[in-house]
Antibody
Framework: EVQLVESGGGLVQPGGSLRLSCAAS????????MHWIRQVPGKGLVWVSR????????TYADSVKGRFTISRDNAKNTLYLQMNSLRVEDTAVYYC???????????????WGQGTLVTVSS | EIVLTQSPGTLSLSPGERATLSCRAS???????LAWYQQKPGQAPRLLIF???SRATGIPDRFSGSGSGTDFTLTISRLEPEDFAVYYC????????FGQGTKLQIK
């Protein structure tokens, strides 16, 4: 079964840091672009970042550029999101998601993890 | 930046009825790079449609997608009780983006 499981969310103060992890199983992790998408509870979906198969190409939404870093460890089948200089407006459920096809930039998202909640508050 | 606008914001229908959800792009979406997702409360989104009209694996054939250019539609032919949820369209490309969602609720 193809599965993504996020961890690492929690409560952090403004200006703080947090690292999210996404453990992948059931597919050849190193063959897919991977993404992070976030959702403020009760609101819509916002794409955050993506990373290619070997980790050499990254793209970020303007709202997180310079503060968040996406990375991966293909030996551990794990995706990461390092979040620094966190702001109250970064509060959201963070989902990792796999690109729809291997070796492809066809960036629909399937599947998604269950999400991990990040709360930025003093 | 291409903005996706979904309508209506809320759609109230009864089981067995037909649902038609719209997604309009501010500029043409190339190569039908348009997907649809379903999200139920407390759950992650689930892919329904990609390439504007291709059903994802395991999606019932009552779900269909159509459209091109700037106007796309998700149709649910006969609503089942489990179909009441929020639906999002998504443009995929260099900077993926989502519509704001349509809530499909029981009338």
């Amino acid at each position: 079964e193809v599965q993504l499981v996020e961890s690492g969310g929690g409560l952090v103060q403004p200006g703080g840091s947090l690292r999210l992890s996404c453990a992948a199983s059931g597919f050849t992790f190193s063959s897919y672009w991977m993404h992070w998408i976030r959702q403020v509870p009760g609101k819509g979906l916002v794409w955050v970042s993506r990373l290619n198969m070997d980790g050499s190409i990254t793209t970020y939404a303007d709202s997180v550029k310079g503060r968040f870093t996406i990375s991966r460890d293909n030996a551990k089948n794990t995706l990461y999101l390092q979040m620094n200089s966190l702001r109250v407006e970064d509060t959201a459920v963070y989902y990792c998601a796999r690109a729809g096809l291997p070796y492809s930039t066809s960036h629909w998202f399937d599947p998604w993890g269950q999400g991990t909640l990040v709360t930025v508050s003093s | 930046e291409i903005v996706l606008t979904q309508s209506p914001g809320t759609l109230s229908l009864s089981p067995g009825e037909r649902a038609t959800l719209s997604c309009r792009a501010s500029q043409s979406v190339s190569s039908s790079y348009l997907a649809w997702y379903q999200q139920k409360p407390g759950q992650a989104p689930r892919l329904l449609i990609f390439g504007a009209s291709s059903r994802a694996t395991g999606i019932p054939d009552r779900f269909s997608g159509s459209g091109s250019g700037t106007d796309f539609t998700l149709t649910i032919s006969r609503l089942e009780p489990e179909d009441f949820a929020v639906y999002y369209c998504q443009r995929y490309g260099s900077s993926p983006s989502f519509g704001q969602g349509t809530k499909l609720q029981i009338k």
